[in-house]
């Protein structure tokens, strides 16, 4: 065993934090007593970069207990725990993170996962190791049966490989299961931006003018919950049919030329760069709180920001002021980087239970037909998505209706 952590004496903190995610993960819970006993990992290794926190941290030995040697990283600087870390490390596990480390620190912890882990199969988030070991660690890509990626930013990436014909194993893109975008993304990012928000900043939202930029699921979580909250919600989009959709769910819809104007509370969420940047800082109000949950801190133009402001100042705890040319002040959270997890403690355990548990049977999926995919990008098998639908429901106390054998055979016969 290896690792590079904070301080192991803190894994106390983290194992309780870890318990009590498990005690409310009960899809992964299965999941692990089924592992325990088939071990299908056996002799494999497992590399991962997901933001290691506690509901990671039960993934992680969810997949040890399948017999997997696992090599763990983070995908943040910011959204790293260290009680968490030392508590992976206490239980046996390979662990390379730090909360608040450099980006060359970053760059050295997700080098090690790759070349001491060897990995066999890499769960990704945001495709840092998948960009690695293609780039880096060539010699190692015939070790690889496949991957996982958990978010939009990481499958953009996929895609954009696998066009250029570069992309080497299969990729599930766990992002695009429906128990995953449609929970996670929604109801998670919905959820874990405001808290993460509301404990960074102890400020009322409702009256508040609060701009989304980018409605895909992660955005409409975050204007869903920002209007439950009281708050008057603007969109900004490049795509005219989620615009449209933005228009109908009764937000109003404009350039962020325009609502760089208005806003009190602004949540970049789009996986792209440049968002806001220094055409749109001089037209920002006083006392304007910028934030993303896109995924890295290039939404917010940081270094742009850096250079434009005339002093910066911290004004509370993971709050950083920057005083601008025109006398206005605006602030960022979290250095521009994920809100959500890095100001807060991520989406619920509840959903991440059910994107985890895609992540897990979806390694399972690379196993079971190691050598049989022909395809480098390739979809969660809709048995895996419709099983994990299944067990929450059950774990719920649900039932739902079953089509009779009349009814499929009326869905299947086209003269009726």
Request: with cysteine; glycine share 10%.
């Amino acid at each position: 065993m290896s690792y590079e952590i904070r301080d192991i004496n803190l894994w106390e903190s983290g194992e309780k934090k870890i318990q009590w995610v498990k005690n409310n993960m009960d899809l992964l819970r299965g999941i692990e007593e089924e592992f325990s006993q088939t071990k299908p990992f056996s002799g494999l290794r497992i590399a991962l970069s997901v933001h290691l926190e506690a509901k990671t941290a039960y993934l992680c030995r969810v997949l040890a207990a399948g017999g997997a040697e696992m090599y763990i990283t983070g995908s943040n600087p910011l959204s790293t725990q260290d009680d968490v870390a030392a508590a992976l490390v206490h239980g046996g596990l390979n662990v390379y993170a730090w909360h608040g480390c450099t980006d060359e620190e970053y760059n050295l912890h997700i080098s090690k996962v790759i070349s001491e882990g060897r990995p066999n199969i890499i769960i990704d988030d945001g495709g840092d190791l998948v960009n690695l070991i293609h780039t880096k660690y060539r010699e190692l890509l015939p070790n690889v049966i496949g991957g996982c990626e958990e978010t939009t930013t990481g499958i953009i990436r996929l895609h954009t490989m696998a066009k250029e014909n570069v992309l080497e194993f299969p990729m599930v893109l766990v992002n695009d299961a429906d128990c995953k975008h449609l929970f996670d993304n929604r109801y998670g990012t919905g959820q874990s931006v405001w808290d993460g928000i509301n404990r960074t900043t102890n400020l009322i939202v409702a009256g508040k003018k609060v701009v989304v930029a980018g409605y895909g699921w992660c955005g409409k979580g975050v204007a869903m919950r920002a209007k439950g909250l009281g708050a008057s919600v603007i969109v900004t989009e490049v795509d005219p049919i989620r615009a449209m959709e933005a228009v109908m769910d009764g937000f109003a819809v404009m350039p962020m030329t325009e609502a760089a104007k208005q806003g009190d509370f602004f949540c970049t969420v789009t996986g792209n760069c440049e968002i806001i940047t220094t055409k749109h800082f001089p037209l920002l109000k006083d006392g304007a709180i910028l934030t993303n949950a896109g995924h890295f801190d290039v939404e917010v133009d940081m270094n742009a920001l850096r250079e434009y402001a005339t002093e910066t100042f911290e004004a509370r705890n993971n709050v950083i002021g920057y005083k601008l040319p025109n006398g206005n002040t605006v602030y960022v959270i979290a250095e521009g980087r994920l809100v959500n997890i890095c100001a807060g403690d991520g989406h619920p355990a509840e959903i991440m239970d059910m994107s985890f548990a895609i992540q897990a049977l979806s390694a399972l999926h690379l196993v079971k037909n190691q050598g049989k995919i022909t395809e480098k990008l390739i979809s969660v098998p809709k048995d895996v998505d419709q099983a994990v639908a299944k067990r929450k429901l059950a774990f719920w106390g649900c039932e739902i209706d079953e089509l009779t054998e009349s009814q499929k055979d009326y869905l299947g016969n086209w003269q009726h």
